[in-house]
């Protein structure tokens, strides 16, 4: 069989409802590894907070982290990223937003936010991955890749209006859920990143499988030549990937049953 590239997204698509990976996922994606396949995790999350996941997987797998503005391979060699321009930054920094938006920046090091919010430690509790509290008014907006609010949905679409309107040409604005505006640089997004990674596999998107749930995979899954969409996504994710399939949900290991009957894997849990 042919190498194919099989690229997931983690938050309600992968990992279940514990945030964490069931043993059918684990034992699906290693047998598919030893297969020859390859594996890619695409994610908004922070580089170091997805190599938890990597390890925890077991595989060799390629990394794109926050939403495609880094590109990491298995032996954690980075082969591209790009930067939110630090003047943009400054001025997503400056914007007026609600005192009930927390404003986070993703650098190269770390997460940084404007306040102490314990409630979103909640979803990386099983990688250990944190955020500093910072004056981020005092950042100078070099080395971030995403800059990221978190809040109610409309208060956040009311600052992603503002955003668009002054700055939208400029940036690349999405959404990892519903209480999460994600603005990377111009031009960055999963979809880019894996057209990347294909052409460095030398795997053509007809061999590539590609899972998601919400609007910062649309352009993963419009890539890949299989997209699938997990039970309960966005339902704005359909009509922006039309051809993608519709599957079971994360709770129930809904990525690692569709690719054994993809495969046609008979894969028991040890």
Same mark, same amino acid.
């Given at each position: 069989m042919q190498p194919h590239l099989i690229v997931t997204d983690l938050d309600n698509t992968l990992l279940n409802a514990e945030h964490t990976l069931d043993p059918l996922t684990i034992e699906t994606f290693r047998h598919l590894a030893g297969q020859g396949h390859h594996i890619a995790l695409a994610s908004g999350r922070h580089y170091r907070d997805i190599a938890a996941f990597r %390890? %925890?997987?077991? &595989?060799d797998a390629y990394i794109l982290s926050t939403n495609g503005a880094h590109l990491y391979a298995p032996d954690d060699t980075l082969f591209a990223e790009q930067w939110v321009p630090h003047d943009l930054v400054r001025e997503l920094v400056r914007m007026p937003r609600g005192s009930d938006i927390r404003l986070n920046l993703y650098t190269g090091d770390g997460w940084l936010i404007d306040a102490p919010a314990p409630e979103l430690l909640r979803l990386h509790a099983h990688s250990g991955f944190g955020y500093e509290v910072a004056d981020l008014e005092a950042h100078d907006g070099n080395g &971030?890749?995403?800059?990221?609010?978190?809040?109610d949905p409309d208060a956040l679409a009311a600052l992603e209006e503002s955003i668009r309107a002054s700055l939208g040409t400029r940036l690349h604005i999405t959404y990892s859920m519903a209480d $999460?505006?994600?603005i990377m640089a111009e031009g960055v997004n999963k979809g880019v990143a894996l057209e990347r990674l294909l052409a460095r596999l030398d795997v053509p998107a007809s061999r590539c499988l590609a899972f998601g749930d919400n609007l910062n995979d649309a352009e993963m899954l419009q890539v890949a030549g299989h997209g699938f969409?997990? $039970? %309960? $996504?966005?339902p704005d994710l359909p009509v922006r990937a039309p051809r993608a399939e519709r599957i079971g949900h994360h709770h129930d290991s809904g990525v690692a049953r569709r690719l054994r009957a993809f495969f046609d894997l008979e894969v028991s849990v040890s």
């Open positions: %390890r %925890r997987l077991g &595989v &971030v890749g995403k800059v990221l609010c978190i809040g $999460a505006l994600e969409i997990m $039970a %309960r $996504a966005h």
